[in-house]
């Protein structure tokens, strides 16, 4: 699949449609960029130090206009849970998520239409269950988490759920019970609670 991004309406489609931030390069491994390109921006060293200063320059690429090539089969694999960035815990590499990508989102697009829906895709990345457990086990930091979080577009549905559940140790409880229970059962199940 290929995209034009050449603003405007392309990059709203492209972030409307991403449903995770590998979609915006959080993963590098999995991306094959032009050197020439890639060398062709202008650097901000601010974003040395987030996690994703090479999101910067392929972002900055995409916000002139790059194209770029989607490729369903995987060209490099990875081992999913073993994420380096979360031996701090769980919080700490929420945080850096959500303060990359809001770095990102102020330094690379000033239309606030594509700004608001970049950052939209943290919703899809960072869903509202996964936020209460976050909450669950970091009550004493919450309100500077939630903070954050407004930028990014989560519901007041969204915020009312976390507070509810990420508040109630049964329910957080009921909630893994859930998650096992779903992340072993068959595939098309799996695809069935999704259309629910």
Same mark, same amino acid.
């Given at each position: ?65 790059? @194209?770029?090539?989607? +490729?369903? &089969?995987? $060209? ?5 849970? *073993?994420? /380096? %960035? ?54 004493? @930091?919450?309100?500077? +988490?939630? &903070?954050? $979080? ?5 519901? *007041?549905? /969204? %915020? ?37």
């Amino acid at each position: 699949m290929h995209y034009c991004l050449d603003g405007g309406v392309h990059h709203i489609d492209y972030f409307k449609s991403a449903r995770a931030l590998g979609a915006v390069f959080s993963y590098l491994s999995s991306i094959i960029v032009n050197r020439s390109s890639w060398n062709s921006v202008d650097y901000d060293s601010t974003m040395t130090g987030t996690a994703y200063s090479h999101a910067y320059i392929l972002l900055a690429l995409v916000a002139d206009g790059a @194209k770029l090539k989607y +490729v369903h &089969d995987a $060209l490099v694999m990875n081992r999913m849970g *073993n994420d /380096s %960035f979360a031996q701090d815990g769980e919080l700490q590499r929420f945080l850096l998520d959500i303060d990359g990508y809001l770095k990102l989102a102020s330094k690379l697009f000033v239309d606030e239409e594509v700004r608001s829906i970049f950052l939209n895709i943290m919703t899809h990345e960072h869903p509202w269950y996964r936020l209460a457990k976050i909450k669950y086990f970091n009550k004493d @930091k919450w309100t500077i +988490v939630q &903070d954050r $979080l407004y930028p990014f577009g989560y519901s *007041n549905r /969204s %915020f009312i759920a976390i507070k509810l559940i990420g508040s109630t140790p049964y329910l957080i409880k009921i909630m893994r019970i859930l998650k096992r229970v779903y992340e072993s059962t068959s595939t098309w199940l799996q695809k069935w609670f999704a259309k629910i």
